[in-house]
């Protein structure tokens, strides 16, 4: 940031561009810059990077926040939905102590049943944090079998959970077990947070129907909602 008074002077598009001659020479030759639709001078930030040449930015994720006591709520307002999924054998636990027999069967899930092109949700891949909050990661079952997972991370504020990385089977996509999901790892957080501590769930911008999910179901119940911008740049040697 530049401050209030000094801004408009020129200093921070020298910041970065000092920040690029820095990272070309330290051999990196691509920067991301990423922003917050709610962002209070997001109109001269993309102006800035616009000047630099980055490139437009593109709309990353659809992001939704809340108070835990959200899920409180919601148990009565969704007591019918949630009943019907218990009949059909809902039900989750957490990471914590999750045995070798049961990494084995989400392996099996990732290797054998997972669509090639949703392998980014691997839980056990080499760029995804392997439950950062195990108490607030959960596995999603039906009748005892492992057919998802939500996994928590904490957040940047004091009392802040991001749930980003979740996944269900497509069996069950449209059957609600991860609407219930995000119940249940909120209700986790109010009893092992506190109803005060703040849950943040966000979706890629492709994920049309857990938005709308997200839109029809949470906004209700929701603090704030706003969209996550990338923005990118190459390096290149001067010649």
Known sequence: M???????????GRLLAHGERLALASGTHSL???????LAARV?????????????????????AGRASWALRAEVDWAPFLSRLAERGFTTTD???LGESERAQVRHLVENVMPEEHRQFDPFGPHNQI?????LSVMLRRHGRIVGWIQASQGAL??????????????????????????????????LHGSRSLCVFETAHTNVN??????????????????????????????
């Open 2 to 12: 530049v401050l209030p008074l000094l801004r408009r002077c020129g200093i921070g």
């Open 32 to 38: 991301r810059a990423e922003h917050s639709s709610r």
């Open 44 to 64: 001269a930030f993309e102006a800035l990077l616009a000047r630099g040449k980055w490139r437009a930015p593109a709309e990353l994720h659809f992001r939704l």
């Open 95 to 97: 990471w914590v102590g």
């Open 131 to 135: 439950a950062a909050v195990p108490e």
């Open 158 to 191: 004091t009392g802040s959970f991001h749930y980003s990385f979740g996944y269900v089977l497509p069996e069950m996509q449209r059957l609600g077990w991860m609407v219930a999901g995000v119940w249940d790892v909120s209700r986790r957080q109010a009893e």
């Open 210 to 239: 857990m938005r709308r999910f997200m839109e029809s179901r949470l906004t209700p119940y929701c603090e704030w909602t706003d969209f996550h911008y990338l923005s990118e740049k190459e390096l290149h040697p001067a010649l």
